[in-house]
Nanobody, 125 residues
Framework: QVQLVESGGGLVQAGDSLRLSCAAS????????MGWFRQAPGKERETVAS????????EYADSVKGRFAISRDNAKNTVYLQMNSLKPGDTAVYYC??????????????????WGQGTQVTVSS
């Protein structure tokens, strides 16, 4: 069992940066590939980024490639999402999630077992 708690969301202007954090409970955090997802009002939840258990591999959705960076600190049981050059289209609730098994890039949300409660990111123009 893993419990995930996101933080770091807020209201920013276009072009600003934010760093989201996701703190995990438990001693087996390093055994889980992790992902960040987002859901905008009226839209389906989409995969934003994913990272392997060691942190050595990452994948990004085309919409955020070059602007967002996912990382993890297994000693701190935390995964991060650095978001730069934010756009109004990035406005959404952002969720972190953990999956079991092997890392396989941008997996669908159905592959993820544990979810945080989400943190709101609002980007004004």
């Amino acid at each position: 069992q893993v419990q995930l708690v996101e933080s770091g969301g807020g209201l920013v202007q276009a072009g600003d940066s934010l760093r989201l954090s996701c703190a995990a409970s438990g001693r087996t955090f390093s055994s889980y590939p992790m992902g960040w997802f987002r859901q905008a009002p009226g839209k389906e939840r989409e995969t934003v980024a994913s990272i392997s258990r060691s942190g050595g591999n990452q994948e990004y959705a085309d919409s955020v490639k070059g602007r967002f960076a996912i990382s993890r600190d297994n000693a701190k049981n935390t995964v991060y999402l650095q978001m730069n050059s934010l756009k109004p289209g990035d406005t959404a609730v952002y969720y972190c999630a953990a999956r079991t098994g092997y890392y396989s890039g941008l997996s669908s949300e159905s592959e993820y077992v544990y979810w945080g409660q989400g943190t709101q990111v609002t980007v004004s123009s």
